[in-house]
């Protein structure tokens, strides 16, 4: 698939989804040009790849030409897409931030607040990443910021 | 009817079915709010409608209404149109162009969080005319305003010099005085900027090197200040701006003294203080080992790097063993000696649950290999080896089979390595090992009796393993009388009777486990025999004389010739089936063989696997030889930094290229294979005295490779000729290739094995 390969070693990432154990999407967020029909057949390939993999295996799986860094939180799958040199652990941790800051925003989350306040999510995921790379790794500022907007509502 | 009540509804649905008729009720009152309800009406619709988006159902008839809210002076509204826009809209559709305008205007909103909004979905979506476009705003963002907005406008403007390279020169003078800023996330997002205009043009890289102190002062302070509670990830302060940081100074160092002298210390510093408990300190760390693998440092710190990796090795944690297999394997060849103290631990990672995880362990173990430990690596890889998922299998036969090749302790030892292989995984191993291992055993003399003892008694459990069988066949039909001599000073004596041999044979030829190439193999195993035993030659006759009727038409007409030996030509069979001579492969750079003597003339109505053995260079023993012979043997990383210039320059590859000078055909044989670069020898004309070849390169990388050129050195007693190559460009993708013709001329048709040393050079992109 050509559109995934931008330039030789562009190291952004690529998408994040949140994907629940029967392939339903949470949260789908792009950061690289891709096709309807070519984002419904990553959706498929990386929970297709995620779930036969259990606690013995690593969080890091080599997909296409990239890797997935992945972590499991209850019924939901966190997928991110990077490139093969990066960092692993380095996004392992942005992941874990990134639920723990959901975690303060809805009060202790669960499946179904991502669901019902699905534009929310969304909020939260561009005020910690942007333009493909991590943003603010801060927890009390984003929640600050998030507490602002929502007073905006 | 109110969104969560919607979703309430979808979810309810049972089936499929009836999910599309919820949704495409909502989407038609959707589609009639679009129409005539008011703003706030709009917007919630909208909203709606991008929940059924998420599901995956089409919902692209928004698009129009995202540009319309966005225009909304409303910030709830607005905020829905930014989202569908960044949801329904991205670079192909032109409803995106609409949007420009408006963000524009956003971007210099009184309000922030509307700044905020339109900055977010520009870097998000944002296409080369948009960027074009706004450029001038985001760089004015980025000196102006609260740290809030400069966070969101770096990343915006790596987005857009992303899409349009050109403009980075823009943005080049703001992103220094980023630098001095004391909020973590703006400071973030420079570094991120600046690295992106490192990568991107070299001149940019020169400039920022001079701010290397500047960068180390900062990470000094992240690393020493006691507590930053807004940014301490479990203990360290702020590790995704470390990692930053140090993936900068990395390109900044990278092949530049003065900058690798200027983090020497702080990279120590960071290296021996960080707390590898958790893993944010482990990726700190390993960002910190990545860095100063890459750039200049001393040997201290390359020692210290190595022990961090040791160190990772150990861990508990899986994900950190495997990144520093990953790690380890790339530095292998240069620091192999710091890499071999951490053998007993990467010998033990093969037995992890985890494939990945044990594959990295694989190729680290086979590279670890040396003669020194040859022995006690053997037994684990053995051992491995009849364990492993099947997807490594032949990996591993292979990897062990270069092992033994360069470095057996003894042949009995290397024919024995071979056979256990074979025993547990012969279905994968590659075609060639039947010949090279037919080849081996006829070189080790003195060890016949043993091997032939040894593969008989294989053969007699287990005829399933074609490659063994077919080398079992071999051996007896060539050794059969060591065989019935029954007694052999490496093995307990066993008394075996023609009987028993013939019967062995002939199990291979009848069942249907046997490929057809195998009872090729103990047909003609069975006839030689005819000449080694006495008693029962009658039963072989009829056994051959059976088979001149066999329908596999190569099976026949082999019986239907030895027939003809028996009657026609039975004064010939004792010459024709006589012991074979030693067969040499024309390869001075095996550890284990002795390139003894010249080849002779081979009998044309030997078995033809034999002649494959003779002919075949598999490619790989050639890139041994390749590190035997201390070839300077720079692998071409994939450099962090890819510039448009080409910055990796020719790694000099010494090849040894073998050629005999026999009046043989020899079929076109690759020799070199490595990083995509391949080089083939196709034999085109052999005289006597003269041998033309012609050397093609092909190349199978996404780049070009520019300045191919090829040059070959040849002993006294030879002369060489190389005429014009073809070019000297290979196109990328296999598209072309370069080839070349060479002349070889031996006038004194000395007989000993021509070397030819041939060296590469070449630029890649």
């Not at chain 1, 925003?105 to 493909?132: R, S």
């Amino acid at each position: 698939v050509l559109s995934l390969t931008v330039q030789p070693r562009c190291k952004i990432i690529r998408f994040i989804l949140i994907q629940n154990r029967a392939g339903k999407t949470r949260l789908a967020k792009w950061y690289m040009q891709f096709d309807d029909d070519e984002k419904q057949k990553l959706i498929e390939e990386v929970h297709a790849v995620v779930t036969v993999r259990d606690a013995k295996h690593t969080n890091f799986v080599e997909f296409r030409n990239f890797k997935i860094i992945y972590r499991r939180y209850a019924g939901l799958y966190f997928c991110i897409c990077v490139d093969v040199t990066d960092n692993n652990l380095a996004y392992l941790e942005a992941i874990h931030n990134f639920v723990e800051v959901l975690n303060e925003y809805f009060h202790n989350v669960c499946e179904l607040d991502l669901v019902f306040n699905f534009y929310k999510v969304y909020t939260v995921v561009d005020e910690m990443f942007l333009a493909g790379e991590i943003r603010e790794t801060s927890q009390t500022k984003v929640l600050k910021q998030l507490l602002m907007l929502q007073s905006l509502e | 009817i109110i969104m969560h009540e919607m979703i309430r509804v979808i979810r309810s649905a049972r089936t499929q079915g009836e999910e599309r008729g919820i949704i495409q009720r909502e989407c038609a009152d959707i589609r009639s709010q679009f129409r005539q309800g008011d703003n706030g009406e709009r917007s919630h619709s909208l909203a709606k409608l991008l929940y059924v988006h998420m599901l995956g159902y089409p919902a692209h008839f928004g698009q129009m209404e995202c540009v319309r809210l966005i225009a909304s002076p409303r910030y709830s509204e607005k905020r829905i149109g930014y989202l569908g826009a960044m949801m329904l809209l991205d670079e192909k559709q032109d409803a995106s162009l609409l949007i420009t305008n408006s963000i524009k205007n956003d971007l210099s909103h009184s309000s922030q969080y509307v700044q905020s909004l339109a900055l977010c979905t520009l870097a998000c979506m944002g296409s080369a005319e948009m960027c074009r476009d706004l450029a001038p705003e985001i760089e004015r963002l980025l000196r102006a305003s609260h740290s809030y907005i400069k966070k969101k406008a770096t990343l915006c403007a790596v987005h857009i010099i992303r899409k349009v390279p050109e403009l980075a020169e823009l943005f080049t003078p703001s992103a220094r005085t980023l630098l001095s800023e004391k909020n973590h996330g703006v400071l973030h997002g420079a570094v991120v900027l600046i690295t992106e205009l490192c990568e991107r043009n070299p001149d940019t890289l020169v400039q920022f090197r001079k701010a290397v102190p500047e960068l180390v002062q900062i990470m000094k302070g992240l690393v020493t200040s006691s507590y930053s509670p807004e940014h301490n990830v479990a203990g360290i302060s702020d590790p995704f701006l470390q990692v930053r940081i140090l993936r900068l100074l990395r390109i900044l160092g990278h092949n530049n003294d003065t900058a690798s002298d200027a983090m020497n210390d702080l990279l120590a510093q960071v290296a021996t203080n960080t707390d590898s408990s958790k893993t944010a300190g482990s990726a700190v760390l390993y960002e910190t080992v990545l860095t100063i693998m890459d750039i200049n440092s001393e040997s201290g710190l390359r020692v210290l790097a190595v022990n961090i990796l040791g160190r990772f090795l150990l861990n508990n944690d899986r994900n950190i063993r495997y990144i520093s297999m990953t790690s380890l394997q790339k530095i292998v060849q240069t620091d192999h000696n710091a890499v071999q103290r951490h053998r007993g631990t990467i010998v033990d990672c093969l037995k992890d649950q985890d494939t990945s995880v044990k594959r990295r362990a694989l190729e680290l173990s086979l590279a670890l290999v040396s003669a020194v430990n040859i022995r006690s690596m053997m037994k684990e890889l053995l051992i491995f080896l009849s364990v492993c998922p099947p997807e490594l299998r032949s990996q591993t036969a292979s990897g062990i089979f270069n092992a033994a090749e360069r470095y057996s302790p003894s042949k009995r030892w290397h024919i024995d390595t071979i056979l256990h292989v074979l025993t547990t995984a012969g279905g994968d191993v590659r075609d060639e090992t039947v010949p090279n291992l037919i080849q081996l055993i006829t070189t080790a003399s003195e060890l016949h009796c043993y091997t032939v003892h040894k593969l008989y008694r294989a053969l007699i459990k287990d005829i399933a393993q074609q490659s063994l069988v077919q080398v079992a066949c071999w051996c007896i039909g060539e050794y059969g009388d060591l065989l019935l001599k029954g007694e052999c000073e490496e093995i307990e004596p066993v008394q075996v009777t023609e009987d028993d041999i013939l019967d062995a044979l002939e199990t291979v030829l009848q069942s249907h486990m046997s490929s057809p190439a195998t009872r090729g193999f103990a047909l003609t195993a069975t006839m030689k025999l005819s000449t080694r035993i006495t008693d029962n030659v009658d039963r072989i006759r009829s056994i051959v004389s059976i088979y001149g009727s066999c329908i596999d038409l190569e099976l026949q007409q082999r019986a239907v010739e030895y027939n003809a030996l028996f009657k026609k030509y039975d004064h010939m069979r004792a010459a024709v089936l006589e012991r074979m001579p030693v067969m040499d492969k024309n390869s001075p750079g095996h550890t284990n063989g002795d390139t003894s003597g010249e080849i002779k003339e081979p009998d044309t109505s030997k078995p033809k696997p034999v002649e494959a053995g003779l002919l075949s260079e598999p490619a790989s023993q050639v890139c041994d030889l390749l590190d035997l012979l201390g070839g300077t043997d720079t692998p071409l990383q994939p450099s962090p930094a890819p510039t448009s210039t080409p910055t990796t320059t020719s790694s000099a590859d010494l090849l040894d290229l073998l050629g005999g000078l026999e009046i043989k055909p020899v079929p076109t044989v690759s020799v070199y294979e490595k990083n995509g670069l391949s080089l083939k020898i196709q034999c085109d004309k052999q005289t006597e005295t003269e041998v033309t070849v012609t050397l093609i390169a092909s190349n199978s990388t996404q780049n070009d490779i520019t300045n191919f050129t090829l040059q070959a050195a040849v002993p006294k007693s030879v002369q060489l000729q190389m005429k014009a190559p073809s070019g000297n460009v290979i196109p990328a993708h296999g598209l072309g290739q370069v080839t070349q013709t060479v002349l070889l001329n031996n006038p004194n048709k000395a007989s000993l094995p021509c070397f030819r040393f041939v060296q590469l050079s070449f630029l890649l992109n």
